[in-house]
């Protein structure tokens, strides 16, 4: 897909927040700082555009950005590490939740994982959640630039297994180094939201 504009709209709570015109919107998922802001700013040609952080759990808010005026990416709030209290994270729980399950424009999840390890125990529980409401999955596994190529189809298994992939959920092997993976990405996107 040729990004021609891209800009965050706005950094939602909650669903009065989220903004309106029915546009079909894909979730970005996985661990804090597993490479979700990466992941964004590689496919959209955009340097900044979501802020990275070596810092887990900087990303607080549903972030909703705007692509070519037809499609939303929403970054919620990373799982796992993040230092906060157990009662933020309780609500960042309750937040992503609610989205996930009552947002109709959503159309797909982008669960991203790190191909240099094993899913986590949080990794598995996002996908059968996911997988337990219907919503598709694709399954970015990202940092492929960190494992030689000759190991890549064996740590792509290990993630299928892991995860006991479903046949319809397609698995993108992706690196924000290199764009590898880049157009692989935007075909499964475009294929689950009807974009052009």
């Known amino acids: 897909m040729k990004v ?31 490479g979700k802001s990466s992941f964004i700013n590689k496919l959209l040609n955009r340097k900044n555009l979501a802020r990275t952080s070596s810092k887990p759990g900087k990303t607080q808010t549903l972030n909703f950005y705007i ?67 219907g919503i598709p999955v694709i399954v970015v596994a990202t940092k492929a630039d960190k494992i030689p190529k000759t190991k890549w189809q064996k740590h792509v298994k290990i993630v299928e297994e892991e995860l006991d992939l479903a046949e319809e959920d397609s698995i993108v092997l992706f690196s924000a180094e290199t764009a590898k993976g880049k157009e692989e990405a935007w075909g499964a996107i475009k294929r689950l939201t009807g974009v052009k």
Do not use: C
């Not at 989220?18 to 979730?27: H, K, Q, R, S, V």
């Open 4 to 34: 021609t504009s891209s800009e965050i709209v706005i950094s939602a709570v909650k669903p009065e927040q989220y903004p309106d015109g029915g546009l079909p919107e894909i979730a970005l998922a996985g661990r804090s700082n597993v």
């Open 67 to 133: 692509i070519n005026e037809v499609l939303h990416f929403v970054d919620v709030p990373g799982y796992g590490f993040a230092k906060v209290s157990k009662s933020e994270r309780d609500a960042w729980g309750r937040m992503i939740e609610t989205y996930l399950t009552n947002r109709e424009e959503l159309k797909a999840v982008v669960l991203i994982i790190d191909v240099r390890h094993k899913p986590t125990k949080d990794d598995i529980m996002m996908y059968n959640f996911l997988k337990h409401y």
